[in-house]
């Protein structure tokens, strides 16, 4: 069941235009908050500032820097600085910009988010209604990289607030066939996130939007394994992460790189049909589509729980960032017990842009208690 919060009577109230395309949210940025919003946001920073007074502390270190909570937004919508600036004032600590290329992509048309019904093991199809589960198909659109570079230095590096984490999430662009180019522009995409003055890059190694096989790359450990070696001879320690699809194993891919990784994300949106009526829709895509929000729940937790034990046996150093189904305090929490060092809200946080601070209030009063 869906943990939204207080949301606008009448149900969610999306902060991304789900009826324009993905351009279209790019250029006009997220939705203006309500006065009610305004309101109720203000009365969360206030009430959050006071609990900070008392002692409570959610902060966490990560690469070297320290952010103010555990709470943070995916590489989902946040495509510029309208879109980052907008999370970070509202409370997330953790902020990730859509993943990017080396050169201009144009992804997929709409339908990019409907709701859906379902589940993984008996399938999905096509909901009027929000049930807390919709796809995500992109098709990672991404501007020219000299765009994207100006525009965080500009307007997100000088602008970042103390407190906050910043990363890009990069994959190499479709004109790069042979496997010795794929690897090589991880390390220049690297280099250029290096440079902007980002904290680290996240590798998305597990796109569910994509028919080739560059969104099934952490299900290869020997491929992964030599992304990140490849990196490493470029950026040197400059930290770096790797975003995860589900695997009913991760054992084989810790050891392939959990010595030499930064941090794990897990998990991404998984691909999976959707039917409309009789037939699955998304055929120019491949059949599937991304599915995210409540249905990962439990995929997400059970992905955590490998990780973090894998960690604790081997003695590895990664960090461990939670994705998919968090609405609420307890989904948050679940995750942490689980053995995140940090949550990503992705779904939920096109919805209800009060939904940071309330996890946060709740998360310090917890530790207060």
């Known amino acids: 069941m869906t943990e939204m919060g207080d949301l606008p009577p009448g149900g969610p109230s999306w902060i991304y235009d789900t009826g324009s395309d993905y351009w279209t949210n790019y250029e006009n940025g997220p939705r203006r908050l309500t006065e009610k919003e305004r309101r109720d946001s203000e009365n969360l920073k206030s009430d959050i500032d006071e609990l900070k007074k008392s002692g409570a502390d959610i902060s966490v270190e990560l690469f070297g820097k320290r952010s103010d909570s555990v709470v943070g937004i995916p590489a989902g919508v946040a495509a510029n600085s ?7 004032q509202a409370g997330y600590d953790i902020l990730t910009l859509k993943t990017v290329r080396d050169s201009y992509w144009e992804g997929w048309p709409l339908p990019n988010v409907i709701n859906v019904s379902g589940d993984f093991a008996g399938g999905f199809s096509f909901s009027k209604d929000f049930t807390g589960t919709i796809t995500n198909t992109f098709g990672i659109g991404s501007p020219d990289p000299e765009k994207w570079v100006e525009d965080v230095k500009e307007n997100i590096i000088k602008n970042l607030p103390k407190g906050k984490v910043f990363k890009i999430s990069v994959i190499p662009h479709p004109k790069h066939k042979t496997r010795e180019d794929f690897v090589g522009q991880f390390a220049n995409l690297s280099a250029i996130v290096k440079e902007t003055g980002a904290d680290c890059v996240e590798y998305d190694l597990s796109c569910p939007n994509l028919s080739s096989s560059e969104g099934d790359v952490y299900a290869d450990p020997k491929l992964t394994r030599e992304i990140v070696e490849s990196a490493r001879t470029v950026v040197g320690k400059y930290p770096i992460l790797i975003k995860v699809g589900y695997l009913d194993n991760f054992g084989h891919l ?54 973090h034990s894998l960690r ?26 689980a053995g995140a060092d940090a949550i990503e809200i992705g779904t939920a946080a096109m919805l209800n842009p009060l939904l940071a601070l309330s996890i946060k209030k709740a998360l310090m009063e917890r530790c207060e208690k």
């Open 254 to 307: 810790t050891e392939a790189v959990g010595n030499i990784v930064d941090g794990i994300v897990a998990i991404n949106a998984m691909p999976a049909v959707v039917k409309d009526g009789g037939g699955p829709m998304f055929p120019e895509r491949g059949g599937k589509a991304g599915v995210c929000g409540e249905a990962l729940r439990e995929m997400g937790l059970n992905a955590v729980g490998q990780l």
């Open 312 to 337: 604790q046996k081997s003695g590895y150093k990664y960090s461990l960032t939670g994705v998919g189904g968090i609405s609420g305090q307890n989904d948050a929490i679940r995750y942490l017990d």
């Open 82 to 88: 309208k879109w980052i600036n907008f999370y970070s």
